[in-house]
């Protein structure tokens, strides 16, 4: 029988639902798609506990977590305060979080045991398996999270089992892929067309699937509609394999979970007062709105180079440019105030769906890619490393989304070119092209989570597989 919470009296109050524990890597990109995610399995009458490392968890407040409706708990990776940032380099903070994370995560399930609110079940971040190990220790359902779409994980395991070495040639052009278009080099993730950049974590994609033979379930956040191909060559391979995106707030998609009007996470203090005031007074589809995300860091060329292009090409501008990145601009840089607008950080997703925001230049991460394709807002790509390049490919090639960037003979892209691409998107009849495109996957992607659509059936079913087994424990 499924275990009862009861009163003073010792009576039963209700039924107690199966409770997961969601451990994702502590970083903004890892924590958020996860977090979502937490939010629809609650929807499904899941309890959820989100695992944070205690570093990460300072900064969540116990008013906030009234606001996620997911309880918080923390488990040390080893640097405690300081976090990723205070490890040698990333092999050493991964190796470090494999070993002390492992018996903090073993203790935190006895604990919640010990507690009377026993765990049923693990969803871990594909870039630490070894929680998948846990789990199978304490006989538990283990469920991998990929945070990546289905074609660049579809790339990495063709690594994983050799079919592709790495590095790739930039002259050769790879044969089709089962279930990916034609590649070139340059359209693969950096660690693989750029072997040997950032080995550790070459070393944790690849190694995502060490064990997930052994993962009872493996969710992608991404729509199956949009990767259908690259997703049913996935589910041969790996058990249980389902998409369950776009990982996106409630409010911009299916507007069910009412409550969801943010991610509810952010390592930075928006400006959202500032940049939605400055908006409202622009045309509809007028500014271009520019962000490179939370990890991503251009050099002060290619900074000087994108600040020109953006200002001549005569549209408004919306940039965000982090408080680290501000000693990068070009100095005595000057441009209209009503004419552009640079924040340290905003809400992308109250940005983007404004009605003022008519292309969206950005680096391509995936989550930036699934906002914009919600919220059907043209793109202008400018990858930048890991999976940006084949996230990009995808938006210009396959979903006919947006325009990339080319770089130049010195690595840059130049002014003109920004300048270029902003004005296709903008004035041509690309742009007319791009936008009927983002019509179309807006309504895609909002139906795949709305009651009976792709990633909403898929989720009920992880949802109703737990909570029949724990009807039969």
């Not at 953006?310 to 990068?328: D, I, M």
Request: proline fraction near 5%.
């Amino acid at each position: 029988m499924v275990s009862q919470q009861r009163n003073s009296s010792g009576e039963p109050i209700h039924d107690t639902p199966p409770h997961c524990l969601v451990v994702p890597l502590p970083a903004t990109g890892h924590i958020n798609p996860m977090l979502q995610f937490s939010k629809r399995l609650i929807s499904k009458r899941i309890r959820v506990t989100l695992v944070l490392t205690r570093f990460v968890s300072k900064s969540i407040t116990a008013a906030r977590e009234g606001e996620f409706n997911v309880c918080l708990e923390s488990i040390s990776d080893g640097f405690d305060d300081g976090g990723m940032e205070a490890a040698e380099n990333t092999r050493v903070y991964l190796d470090t979080f494999r070993e002390v994370g492992s018996g903090a995560l073993s203790r935190l399930i006895e604990k919640q045991s010990d507690a009377g609110e026993p765990v049923h079940c693990v969803v871990y971040d594909h870039c630490i398996p070894w929680c998948l190990d846990v789990a199978k220790k304490f006989g538990l359902v283990g469920a991998a999270f990929l945070t990546q779409s289905c074609a660049v994980d579809a790339i990495y395991n063709h690594v994983y089992q050799g079919l592709i070495r790495p590095p790739v040639t930039e002259q050769g052009i790879l044969r089709a892929l089962p279930g990916l278009p034609p590649l070139k080099s340059e359209d693969l993730p950096s660690l693989v067309s750029k072997f040997g950049t950032y080995p550790a974590i070459f070393g944790a994609l690849v190694g995502q699937f060490s064990n997930i033979d052994e993962a009872d379930w493996v969710f992608c956040n991404s729509v199956y509609e949009l990767e259908n191909e690259a997703a049913d060559w996935l589910s041969k391979r790996l058990p249980k394999f389902t998409t369950i995106g776009p990982t996106v707030p409630s409010m911009y998609l299916d507007k069910r979970l009412k409550a969801d009007v943010d991610y509810g996470f952010s390592i930075f203090k928006p400006s959202n007062e500032l940049c939605m005031n400055w908006l409202g007074n622009k045309p509809n589809g007028s500014v271009v709105y520019v962000s490179f995300g939370s990890l991503a860091s251009l050099g002060s060329a290619q900074m000087e180079e994108l600040f020109w292009g953006l200002n001549n090409s005569g549209h408004y501008f919306l940039w965000v440019v982090r408080k680290t990145e501000e000693a990068k601009l070009p100095k005595n840089y000057c441009f209209n105030p009503e004419k552009g607008l640079i924040v340290s950080w905003c809400s992308q997703l109250e940005v983007l769906a404004s009605g003022a925001v008519g292309c969206f230049v950005t680096h391509c991460g995936w989550n930036s890619t699934l906002e914009g394709l919600s919220l059907g807002v043209p793109m202008v790509a400018m990858p930048q490393w890991t999976d940006q390049p084949t996230n990009a490919k995808f938006t210009r090639d396959v979903w006919g989304m947006g325009v990339r960037a080319e770089d130049g003979e010195n690595g840059l892209v130049m002014r003109e070119e920004v300048e270029r691409c902003v004005k296709e998107v903008m004035e041509g009849e690309k742009g007319v092209e791009i936008r009927r495109n983002g019509d179309k996957w807006k309504n895609v992607m909002k139906d795949a989570v709305s009651e009976g659509g792709s990633s909403d059936r898929c989720i009920s079913q992880f949802a109703g597989s737990l909570i029949n087994q724990v009807l039969k424990s």
